[in-house]
């Protein structure tokens, strides 16, 4: 991945949680996940990238995690579940990490747009990031918890080449098979 498209969410995903939960993350040594499907923490906030632009980064966090960042973003220091507020609190978090990156993208020449936040819960989630892409992980740590911050995006037109050369290569194989 481009330093270029990896950067804007770093500075967006700093600045947001300086915002929401008014504090300066700690960050982790970066690494590239290589596993896929990849099994990811209890919750997950995941936004789409499209446009010139192809990817998502996806917010993961344990339950616990979880719960004591949306409360500290909603003001609310006895929250115990991850309701559906907390979610939509997750969820508005991750937009809003998305949103600022994608508007610097753009800023950048990378016209890009972001699709609506998803939150999933559960235990041994499995999320599948396009292998082709390399998937830049990013530990978070917090006073309330930590997050990692996994982005995963490329240009849409180095996607669509991988997908014209696969299946070039499927129909030369196939017309050799008859």
Same mark, same amino acid.
């Given at each position: 991945?481009?330093?270029?498209?990896?950067?804007?969410?770093?500075?967006?995903?700093?600045?947001?949680?300086?915002?929401?939960?008014?504090?300066?993350?700690?960050?982790?040594?970066?690494?590239?996940?290589?596993?896929?499907?990849?099994? #990811?923490?209890?919750?997950?906030?995941?936004? /789409?990238?499209?446009?010139?632009?192809?990817?998502?980064?996806?917010?993961? #966090?344990?339950?616990?995690?979880?719960?004591?960042?949306?409360?500290? #973003?909603? #003001?609310?220091?006895?929250?115990?579940?991850?309701?559906?507020?907390?979610?939509?609190?997750?969820?508005?978090?991750?937009?809003?990490?998305?949103?600022?990156?994608?508007?610097?993208?753009?800023?950048?020449?990378?016209?890009?747009?972001?699709?609506?936040?998803?939150?999933?819960?559960?235990?041994?989630?499995?999320?599948?990031?396009?292998?082709?892409?390399?998937?830049?992980?990013?530990?978070?740590?917090?006073?309330?918890?930590?997050?990692?911050?996994?982005?995963?995006?490329?240009?849409?037109?180095?996607?669509?080449?991988?997908? /014209?050369?696969?299946?070039?290569?499927?129909?030369?194989?196939?017309?050799?098979?008859?």
């Amino acid at each position: 991945m481009k330093a270029v498209f990896l950067n804007p969410f770093v500075k967006s995903v700093f600045e947001i949680l300086e915002s929401v939960v008014y504090e300066t993350p700690e960050k982790g040594d970066i690494f590239i996940r290589e596993r896929y499907p990849c099994n #990811m923490e209890t919750v997950s906030a995941m936004v /789409g990238i499209t446009g010139k632009l192809t990817g998502q980064v996806t917010l993961t #966090m344990s339950r616990k995690s979880a719960i004591s960042i949306a409360a500290k #973003m909603m #003001m609310e220091d006895g929250l115990e579940e991850l309701d559906e507020c907390a979610q939509s609190a997750l969820a508005e978090m991750a937009n809003m990490v998305a949103a600022n990156a994608a508007a610097s993208l753009c800023d950048d020449g990378y016209e890009c747009d972001i699709t609506t936040p998803t939150v999933i819960t559960g235990s041994n989630i499995e999320i599948s990031f396009r292998p082709e892409v390399k998937t830049i992980v990013i530990p978070l740590t917090l006073s309330v918890g930590s997050i990692d911050v996994n982005i995963s995006v490329a240009e849409t037109s180095f996607i669509k080449g991988l997908q /014209g050369s696969a299946r070039a290569a499927s129909e030369t194989a196939a017309a050799g098979a008859i």
